[in-house]
Each structure stands twice: as C-alpha cells, then as structure tokens.
Nanobody, 125 residues
Framework: EVQLQASGGGLVQAGGSLRLSCAAS????????IAWFRQLPGREREEISC?????????YYADSVKGRFTMSTDNARSTWFLQMNSLKPADTAIYYC?????????????????WGQGTQVTVSS
C-alpha cells in the first residue's frame, strides 16, 4: 500500500525559507510521477511542481514558484523535498505531496492516485 506523509510546514516571515518533506513507502517510486500541490484558502488545489519517473526524466514548475522553489528527491525516491525560498504571503496554503504510477509519462496534469495528508505553510508579511 502506497503511503505518503508530508511534513515541514510552519509559520515563516516573508522572504524566509522552508523545506517540505514527503516520506513515501509501499512502492518503487522510480516508476512514479511525484508532485507537490498546494491549496490556497478558497481556491482549488494547484500543481506547483512535479518530477516524472526516472524513465521520463522531465520536471515542471508553476510560473508562480519558478525560480523560488526547488523540488528534489533522495536517491531511492522514497523521500522528496520542496525547498521554498523567498516566500511571500501569497504562498500561504496547505501543501500536499502526491504520487502516481507513470513510468513513461510526463508528470504534469495527471490525476494523481496517492496523496499525503497536507502540511500548512503560513507566510506572514
């Protein structure tokens, strides 16, 4: 059974940094697309970054986070990270990690099957 657990959220001042982690178990994640989403208050969930399987190799960043956020994984792809720098109050949201079996497909725009529980990020001005 695939399980994901997100952590690392918190309260930070504008301009600060946070690093989110997603601990994953129950599968060989080299064949999975992995992603970070966020849901701002009153808005739909949006995909902000993803990394395709090792066979595909592509990655994606939303324009709203490009140049400020970096997604990475450990060697086994059992933990993935979202390094968030230059945070803004507009980044305040619940952040979710997600995974989906996608050995040869691009990670962007998929219907992800597996989700972590979400971690709150609050950026104060």
């Amino acid at each position: 059974e695939v399980q994901l657990q997100a952590s690392g959220g918190g309260l930070v001042q504008a301009g600060g940094s946070l690093r989110l982690s997603c601990a994953a178990s129950g599968a060989h994640f080299e064949d999975y697309a992995i992603a970070w989403f966020r849901q701002l208050p009153g808005r739909e969930r949006e995909e902000i970054s993803c990394i395709s399987s090792t066979k595909d190799g592509r990655s994606y960043y939303a324009d709203s986070v490009k140049g400020r956020f970096t997604m990475s994984t450990d060697n086994a792809r059992s933990t993935w990270f979202l390094q968030m720098n230059s945070l803004k109050p507009a980044d305040t949201a619940i952040y979710y990690c997600a995974a989906d079996w996608a050995k040869y497909s691009y990670c962007k725009g998929r219907e992800y099957d597996y989700w972590g529980q979400g971690t709150q990020v609050t950026v104060s001005s």
